[in-house]
């Protein structure tokens, strides 16, 4: 069985400044790890996703993720947020193409 | 271009009656997926599908059920709605283990 651990449930951040959302996962074997965006009244959108190799990975909008294996972390960051960054982020592992989500986490950019 | 859609966006229903929500992609994806979004609980797996004919429970699928009789569209119905099942409904696709392409969502209320 796996599971996502988001260990915050509202972040919010001054704009221009940097951001850091944490997941911790479980999971007794190897998984692919994502994160996705979901902006108010929509869809989820793909920020980025680990699948093997570096374990720092470079996604949309200047975000990025760092992939802990001895930690079972894949923290999110960004140096400089912008207001259109406010959304909710979900953190997700795959196994068997099924996703797993953690809870989420509301990121509340204010000016 | 190649999408994801879910229809209707919003549906009001009266408890006890059937309920059914389309999904119909046009990226050829083998692998399609229900989600059931509700507030601290992110998104949770309703029914899979990894090809015509084939239906798979997922973590909350009491109530609900699906067919896959082409590739393009997985329907999700609610036998007999109930209050518990008022939630937003995404439906995804993937080719792969790889990441999953959402839709817009269905927001369904059961009065």
């Known amino acids: 069985a796996q599971s996502v651990t988001q260990l915050d449930s509202q972040v919010p951040v001054f704009e221009e400044a940097p951001v850091e959302l944490r997941c911790n996962y479980s999971s007794s074997v190897s998984v692919y790890l994502f994160w996705y965006v979901q902006y108010p009244n929509q869809g989820l959108q793909l920020l980025l996703k680990y699948l093997s190799g570096s374990t720092l990975v470079k996604g949309i909008n200047g975000f990025e993720a760092e992939f802990n294996k001895s930690q079972t972390s894949f923290h999110l960051r960004k140096p400089s947020v912008h207001i259109s960054d406010t959304a909710e982020y979900f953190c997700a592992v795959s196994l068997d193409y099924k996703l797993s989500f953690g809870a989420g986490t509301t990121v509340t950019v204010r000016a | ?111």
């Not at chain 2, 046009?26 to 609980?41: I, K, S, V």
């Not at chain 2, 798979?56 to 609900?64: A, F, L, R, T, W």
């Not at chain 2, 209050?83 to 927001?107: H, I, K, L, M, N």
Request: glycine content about 8%; proline content about 3%.
């Open chain 2, 1 to 111: 271009d190649a999408e994801i859609t879910q229809s209707p966006r919003h549906k009001i229903t009266e408890t006890g009656r059937q309920v059914t929500l389309a999904c119909h992609q046009t990226w050829n994806h083998n692998n399609m997926f229900w989600y059931r979004q509700d507030l601290g609980h992110g998104l949770r797996l309703i029914h899979y599908s990894y090809g015509v004919h084939d239906t798979n429970k997922g973590e909350v699928s009491d109530g609900y059920s699906v067919s896959r009789s082409n590739t393009e569209d997985l329907p999700l119905t609610l036998e007999s709605a109930a209050s518990s099942q008022t939630s937003v409904y995404f439906c995804a696709s993937s080719e792969s283990g790889y990441e999953q392409y959402f839709g817009p969502g269905t927001r369904l209320t059961v009065t």
